[in-house]
């Protein structure tokens, strides 16, 4: 759920939202929160990055990336997990519901965060129901590229996380995406440079399989 476009850029607003919260350094794979934990935290991330995930056995179901600029909360029946060395800005939901109640012109913001929560709940619905493995991993990758690089190709992108984490991200094993890495590379659309970069050759071919 992002605050604003600006990402984590001061403003006004966002010094408004955070007064009172509680600043919070995690270092990579640390648990935030856990469906176990009985408090209820709203947090708000300013760098790094991390991932909302449900787990059943050795079964992991990533909902959603949280990225610098997104706020969310820990009510929710996942764990939340840093994935990189982060900043977070904690607040219990008390104390956070008050100051919605004190500062209305926060009401405009927080009705933007939530409808950006449900369009990307929407997305990852859509792409479970509707699109097999390649259509996912296509979509990831395009989803990593601006509207300019979108017009040109090769393209350099980082992949901001592990082959094994972008697996559960959408949904498959690592054994399953390396394969598919390799056959997309084999097929021309792509290349693998340095390690945590990958080169995109063929955009219109990757569009094609994600069903743009």
């Not at 856990?34 to 449900?54: A, E, T």
């Not at 079964?59 to 997104?70: E, H, Q, R, Y």
């Not at 950006?116 to 990758?141: K, M, Q």
């Amino acid at each position: 759920m992002r605050i604003s476009a600006s990402s984590a850029t001061p403003s006004p607003e966002l010094d408004t939202l955070l007064e009172g919260f509680r600043k919070r350094s995690l270092a990579a794979n640390t648990l935030l929160s856990s469906p176990q934990d009985q408090d209820n935290r709203v947090f708000y991330i300013s760098s790094g990055r991390l991932r909302v995930f449900l787990s059943c056995g050795d079964k992991v179901f990533t909902i959603a990336l949280l990225n610098p600029g997104d706020i969310y909360c820990t009510h929710t029946r996942a764990h939340v997990e840093a994935i990189q060395e982060s900043q977070v800005h904690v607040c219990d939901m008390q104390t956070f519901s008050r100051k919605i109640h004190q500062h209305p012109q926060l009401f405009g913001t927080i009705t933007r965060v939530l409808s950006s929560t449900l369009t990307g709940c929407i997305d990852t619905i859509e792409n479970l129901a509707f699109r097999d493995v390649r259509s996912r991993f296509a979509c990831f990758l395009l989803s990593q590229l601006t509207g300019e690089e979108e017009q040109t190709a090769p393209v350099s992108i980082p992949l901001p996380f592990s082959i094994e984490l972008l697996a559960q991200s959408i949904s498959t094993s690592r054994q399953t995406l390396s394969t598919l890495i390799s056959n997309m590379q084999k097929s021309g659309i792509l290349a693998r440079q340095t390690k945590g970069q990958i080169l995109l050759l063929d955009i219109a071919r990757l569009k094609k399989m994600a069903d743009f």
